[in-house]
């Protein structure tokens, strides 16, 4: 039996600019996050650590970053198997070039790259990326060999089924999966973890262990991936401590202190959320974002709020605006530019304007 | 429209409650809490608002109730049609009754009928125009509101007393600091020109680290390279090195052999010059040997015998000069002697020519004393003369600028007498045409006197025919005066102006003759005794003449009277009332005499002669100045030169320097000097050989010897044939294989390579230096370009918001504008006839500008306008009223809604409260009006609606 933990886009030194100043402290997460992976991989007996691509977010990791993965990767009693990705891609100033590995570490760096680990009976085999838009298919020539009892493949690239991160660059057809022959088939470029098994050949993306943007809400494993006579079995653990996720938020009717109340119910220190607020807003009642931010941001470890909420004309009803009263010329003049709005921005700030007359006419204190 | 009746049920504290409106005014009465304010708020329930349950229509339902309220409103239109509006807020529902079409429950229906009755179907419009609230009139009567303010607010459509001026300044406010220090530095900007600072201040920061960073980066792969680099050039030299160090053995021993080759043959040569040296001065020796004495002989000695020889070929020459100059003294002396004698003789002849030249020049000097004591004399006698003659040309000049003057004096005198020539010929002219006026009048005259007289006479005989007769005697007296005196005789007239005349010519020819002296002799004092007299001759006998004539004054004239004649009677009766008319003495004008202009003097002084003073002027005619003498001083003659000097010569210094010769070559052992040049010579030669050899022979050896060369040339051999041995070894055969250029290129290929690692290990430690000092690091770029994000998200919501703010001023200032534009255009002549009826006829004319200021005809001083503030606070009151109905007419053009009072009038005094009743009563004939009130001050006047509880007052 052969036990295999299987990672990708580790990201490390990836510039967070979602996050804003709280880009570092994630920075600094992802590192320990990766360190918690080595450790799990030591304190658990694995064989052998594989990660597919995508190690450090570009070729230029900060001295400490390089150190700290050294030093981690280092002190692992196992072999560790490294294919670079299209972040980290191998061309002739490739950060791996300057890395000095220590021994118990493999870089995959031929294509393809056959590296046989007698000890394990394993051989893995891959295609490092040498540029960072590719279109060579990432599993071109591999296929498996019997020089030992376990093939696994490794790749960075993107399945070619339909879905939310279809792309045509660095593609990984499902039949070149199943044309492998291997045992299994570790994949990374997605952040979450997914199953693409072909035709008996097991095959996983394992997911990002911590989220590298906003909308990745599934992210946060590792696949730990157990070789043996009586099967193949691959799970998906969780490793991340950051997590993200997304509220839609129906405003209508909800006055400020309500939509904060609804995003605080949300809370969470090691979360990210991606608020949208949607519905209709009435036209006297703004909804400041700024206010409603202030209010909760505190509470996550990012919030972002975005107002798709529309002011919903139709829903205005002209009595109460008569024409004859300044609020009723104002209320058409501003409908009429928020039916002429060409974009999105225009619109907003044409509605906000709306409420903000409607509000300051009524003697609200919205200023 | 006009409402009729209103039922409510479980409304507030009305918890059933009916009640009917007339017509015109309606006074609803009752003390505070008695429900007055719900059934206000019930009316405009029951007409506008939706029977929905929600938490504004909650607040209205009873205390206690469990089921929601029922309003039913009966109304009719401006026809006179009748409807039924029932709102049941317990079910949701509603129905209007309408006349004769029947019960509809449709909303849209319903609101369109309220609309069409009512004028609107907005509950905001309806309640800020027609409703008159009592706090309304109180702000404006406390100056806490202006009116316009106020008609803003009802046109802003608020319902919280905003106005939209105050809404555009709270923008205005707020986009001025949301812009602070955006355009401008400021302490504390605000949001925008924060977070726009904030950008900026971080993209510089960013590019500045990224410049750094990428810096970082391409050093620390140059210096990946350089170790990369290195690594190369040591594989490559390490081999390259050895070969070239055995080529370089090689070269060294080749050249030690080929040294030690060299200096073998070098020292066996010089031992071979050594051995010439001292054969060449061996043989030197032996030649000295062979000539005796002579090399005994110093160069000294030598050049003493040929120094002594030269002395006496110099003194034989020396001899041979003396015979020559000895005959030339001979030839020059002879010379000498004729010359001195030719002297004497020149010398003779000047001092006779001296002598006669002196003579000559001592009579010229004679002479020339005497000529200049003459020259003396003259000038004294000419200045004497001038002296005397000084003051007579002075006055001589003095005459001569005086009459100048006079003669300028004269010119103007004539152009002034000209010019009086012409006045005196116009001046005649018209005296001539009086004259002959006046003797028409005379003549005229006369003939009028004639006629009187004739007329008088006439007059006296009817007087006397009517008084009965003639009577002759007693008229001769009247007829006395009447009789003109008669002028002198013809002959004596004539006389006299001949005797005139003669005087006349004779003063003229005495003046004219004053002239021509003056003019020709310049003789002043005679030629105006002349002229005087001419003058006076002239009008003495002309004045009379000139005056008129010269028999009978006019005066005399006048008092004559025309001689009468004697009438026929019939002519007397036809004439008697015919007086004749004096004729009109003719209208003289005064005319004076040009003047004529004065003569001028002529000066006294040049009237005076002058004399010359009676002195000869001396003459220098008698002065001759005498002749210097021509001839010039002999020159005295040159003396001869001196005479020649005698030469000299010793011969017996010529006879001594021969026979010491002669001694020293005996000495010598030499015949003769030049066998003793000869000798010595050969001796010099052999000397010189000798010392050439050894000198040569020294150069060689220097401080070694000739055994020493011979053992430094064994040692030679012996190192070359050492090299030899070298030279033969297996691994230098080998590397003595490599070619020239081989070894060239190996050499050249080493010494590349030897610098570029030299020049990538300084690199590298450069680099090395250099990156470990790192002074921005990759995770501080990350953080700042994390941070730039952040900001430009910042910076990106302040843009919006600030577009916000300002769309949001400039919309609502131009509904502002078009709204009250509109409110200003109708406003002004509705609120002017409603004031002028409230106010009976006080204030007829209003004017509204565009921001809704009122102004009013001043009654007290027509064509002034007055502003509302000046107004007493009834007149504003009224103002205020007519301004809100004439805004009732603007917004409802078509209907007449009911106007519904608040008790506006809580505060007035009586005197006001009276004036503000009549208005209502006066305005309540046109439209129904609803007056909500806890007062009994309006007892008197209405139909009265009683609260519950209330009693009803006794008339």
């Known amino acids: ?367 | 429209m006009q409402l009729e009746s209103i039922h409510v049920e479980r409304f507030g504290c009305l918890h059933d409650f009916t009640t009917t409106f007339a017509p015109g005014l309606n006074v609803i009465r009752g003390p505070n809490e008695s429900g007055k304010s719900t059934l206000h708020q019930a009316l405009l329930m029951a007409l506008m608002a939706l029977p929905n349950q929600n938490k504004t229509t909650a607040e209205w339902c009873s205390w206690g109730s469990q089921q929601w309220y029922l309003l039913q409103l009966t109304f009719t239109d401006a026809e006179g049609n009748q409807y039924q509006l029932t709102k049941d807020f317990d079910h949701g529902s509603q129905e209007l009754v309408l006349p004769n079409v029947g019960t509809t429950r449709s909303r849209e229906h319903i609101e369109e009928t309220v609309e069409t009755v009512l004028g609107t179907r907005s509950l905001l419009m309806f309640q800020s125009t027609v409703c008159v609230r009592q706090d309304s009139l109180d702000r404006i009567a406390d100056g806490r509101t202006e009116i316009a303010q106020s008609l803003e607010t009802i046109v802003t459509g608020s319902e919280d007393d905003v106005y939209t001026a105050q809404a555009l300044k709270r923008l205005d406010n707020a986009i001025r600091d949301f812009r602070k220090g955006f355009s401008r530095t400021a302490a504390q900007p605000g949001p925008l020109g924060r977070t726009r600072d904030e950008q900026i201040r971080l993209e510089r920061l960013v590019t500045n680290y990224a410049a750094t960073v990428q810096s970082q980066e391409a050093d620390e792969q140059a210096l990946e390279e350089a170790k990369n680099r290195l690594a190369e050039i040591g594989e490559e030299l390490t081999p390259l090195t050895a070969t070239w160090e055995q080529a370089n053995r090689l070269r060294e021993v080749q050249a030690d052999f080929k040294k030690w080759a060299e200096a073998e043959q070098a020292l066996e040569s010089k031992l071979s010059q050594v051995r010439s040296a001292q054969r060449e001065i061996d043989d030197a020796k032996a030649g000295l040997q062979t000539l005796g004495n002579i090399t005994q002989l110093t160069e000294s000695d030598v050049r003493k015998a040929n120094d002594l020889a030269s002395r006496i070929k110099a003194l034989q020459e020396e001899r041979a000069n003396y015979e020559t100059a000895l005959e030339e003294y001979e030839r020059e002396l002879a010379d000498h002697r004729r010359r001195q004698a030719d002297y004497e003789l020149a010398q003779a002849a000047y001092e006779t020519q001296m002598a006669t030249h002196e003579e000559a020049q001592a009579n010229y000097q004679e002479a020339m004393e005497a000529y200049q004591a003459a020259v003396g004399q003259y000038e004294q006698d000419l200045a004497a003369y001038q002296e005397a003659w000084r003051p007579y040309e002075q006055a001589l000049a003095n005459q001569r600028g005086e009459s100048e003057e006079y003669q300028s004096q004269l010119e103007t005198y004539r152009q002034e007498y000209a010019a009086y020539e012409v006045e005196l010929a116009e001046y005649e002219r018209a005296k001539g045409e009086q004259d002959e006026l006046l003797a028409e009048y005379e003549q005229a005259y006369e003939a009028y006197e004639q006629k009187l007289t004739e007329y008088e006479n006439h007059r006296a005989e009817v007087e006397q025919s009517d008084a009965g007769g003639d009577v002759p005697g007693q008229r001769q007296p009247a007829a006395q005066p009447a009789q003109k005196r008669k002028p002198s005789g013809p002959t004596e007239t004539t006389q006299v102006s001949a005797i005139r005349l003669v005087l006349i010519v004779f003063g003229m020819m005495i003046a004219i003759t004053g002239v021509l002296v003056l003019a020709l002799a310049r003789s002043f004092l005679p030629a105006v005794a002349l002229l005087v007299v001419g003058i006076a001759v002239f009008l003495a006998s002309a004045w009379p003449m000139l005056r008129g004539n010269g028999n009978v004054s006019q005066k005399d004239r006048s008092k004559s009277e025309p001689a009468r004649a004697k009438l026929a009677p019939e002519q007397l009766q036809a004439t008697i009332l015919e007086r004749p008319k004096a004729p009109e003495r003719p209208k003289l004008l005064l005319l004076t005499a040009p003047r004529s202009p004065v003569l001028p003097q002529p000066p006294v002084s040049t009237s005076e002669k002058l004399l010359a003073p009676d002195v000869q002027r001396p003459s220098p005619r008698d002065i001759s100045k005498p002749v210097a003498p021509t001839e010039k001083a002999p020159l005295p003659p040159q003396p001869p030169p001196p005479p020649p000097t005698r030469p000299n010569f010793d011969e017996q210094r010529l006879a001594a320097a021969v026979a010491e010769l002669q001694e020293r070559l005996e000495t010598m052992d030499c015949s003769t000097l030049a066998e003793l040049n000869s000798r010595f010579a050969e001796a010099e030669a052999f000397r010189g050989r000798q010392n050439t050899a050894r000198s040569r022979l020294e150069g060689l050896l220097g401080d070694s010897t000739v055994e020493a060369l011979e053992q430094r040339r064994r040692e030679a051999s012996r190192q070359r044939r050492d090299a030899q041995e070298i030279l033969e070894e297996p691994q230098l055969q080998q590397a003595s294989r490599l070619t020239p250029i081989t070894y060239n290129h190996l050499g050249t290929r080493i010494t590349q390579l030897g610098t570029e690692k030299t020049e990538l290990l300084e690199k590298r430690q450069r680099l090395q230096i250099k990156l470990e000092q790192q002074p921005i690091s990759r995770e501080q770029l990350l953080q700042a370009e994390e941070a730039l994000e952040s900001a430009r998200l910042a910076n990106a919501r302040a843009q919006e918001r600030i577009d916000v703010y300002e769309l949001t001023h400039e919309l609502l200032g131009l509904a502002r504008t078009r709204t009250l534009k509109r409110a200003q255009e109708r406003l002004g002549p509705q609120t002017a006839g409603y004031l002028g009826r409230l106010t009976r006829g006080r204030y007829q004319d209003a004017w509204i500008d565009s921001e809704l200021n009122i102004e009013l005809q001043d009654p007290a001083a027509p064509g002034q306008r007055v502003k509302p503030q000046y107004l007493s606070r009834g007149a504003q009151d009224q103002l205020y009223m007519a301004a809100r109905l004439a805004l009732v007419d603007l917004l409802f053009p078509q209907t007449r809604p009911p106007i519904l009072l608040d008790d506006p009038f809580v505060h007035f005094d009586p005197e006001r409260l009276a004036a503000a009743v009549d208005m209502c009563c006066d305005l309540a004939e046109e439209r129904q009006i609803l007056l909500f009130t806890c007062s009994d001050n309006y007892n008197h006047v209405g139909h009265h609606i009683l609260m519950p509880g209330v009693q009803p007052v006794e008339s």
């Open chain 1, 1 to 367: 039996m052969t036990r295999i933990l299987h990672t990708a886009d580790v990201h490390l030194d990836a510039p967070f600019h979602f996050l804003g100043e709280k880009g570092a402290a994630h920075r600094q997460q992802i590192r320990q996050t990766f360190g918690r992976i080595a450790a799990l991989a030591a304190e658990e007996h694995y064989d052998l650590l594989l990660i597919a691509g995508d190690l450090f977010n570009d070729n230029h990791p900060s001295r400490d970053t390089q150190h700290f993965m050294l030093s981690r990767l280092a002190a692992l009693p196992l072999p560790v198997c490294i294919l670079p990705g299209n972040h980290d891609f191998l061309d002739r100033h490739s950060v791996y070039h300057r890395l000095a590995l220590p021994p118990n570490v493999h870089l995959l760096a031929e294509r393809p790259s056959y590296l046989p680990f007698p000890e394990l009976d394993l051989t893995i085999a891959g295609n490092p990326i040498h540029k960072y838009f590719d279109d060579t298919p990432q599993l071109k020539s591999i296929s498996r060999d019997d020089s030992s009892r376990w093939f696994v493949a490794v790749a960075h690239g993107n399945m070619q089924v339909p879905g939310p991160f279809a792309a045509t660059s660095r593609p990984i057809e499902p039949q070149a999966i199943a044309d492998t022959g291997a045992d299994y088939v570790a994949l990374g470029d997605w952040h979450t973890f997914a199953d693409y098994s072909q035709a008996g050949v097991r095959a996983y993306y394992s997911g990002a262990p911590e989220p590298t943007s906003i909308a990745q809400t599934k992210t946060g494993t590792v696949s730990s991936v157990t070789l043996s006579e009586n099967g193949i079995s691959v799970t998906p653990l969780q490793v991340g401590a950051v997590s993200a996720g997304a509220l839609e938020l129906d405003v209508t009717g909800l006055s400020e202190a309500e939509v904060i109340a609804a995003i605080q119910a949300q809370a969470a220190s090691n979360r990210i959320l991606n608020v949208t607020l949607t519905g209709l807003k009435a036209a006297d009642s703004l909804l400041d974002l700024e206010t409603i931010y202030e209010a909760t941001a505190s509470d996550f470890y990012r919030l972002q709020l975005k107002d798709k909420a529309t002011l919903g004309l139709e829903q205005i009803e002209p009595n109460e605006f008569p024409e004859a009263f300044v609020v009723g010329q104002y209320v058409r003049m501003l409908a009429d530019r928020i039916t002429e709005a060409t974009d999105e921005r225009e619109q907003r700030v044409a509605e906000q304007a709306l409420q903000l007359g409607v509000a300051l006419l009524k003697g609200h204190k919205v200023l």
